[in-house]
């Protein structure tokens, strides 16, 4: 089975989401759904492989985003 290649985000980028994250700044948001709506992947034209981000939250989201990115 051929998987698609990761998309990148860079590592300095990440840490920054995720000390807004640990800040609270994104309150009532799931994780995957903060982390969607901050990198803005609502203009992706392929919508297909973030399937599943949005909705999830904690360890789950986490788990996602590492499938999906390449943190560089």
Do not use: S, T
């Amino acid at each position: 089975m051929n998987n698609p290649p990761k998309l990148e985000i860079e590592h300095a980028a990440y840490d920054d989401f995720l000390r807004l994250w640990d800040q609270g700044k994104f309150e009532k948001q799931r994780l995957g759904q903060a982390f969607y709506n901050h990198f803005r992947l609502h203009r992706l034209a392929d919508q297909a492989c973030l399937r599943g981000l949005y909705e999830a939250d904690g360890g789950k989201a986490l788990v996602v985003i590492a499938g999906l990115f390449q943190i560089r």
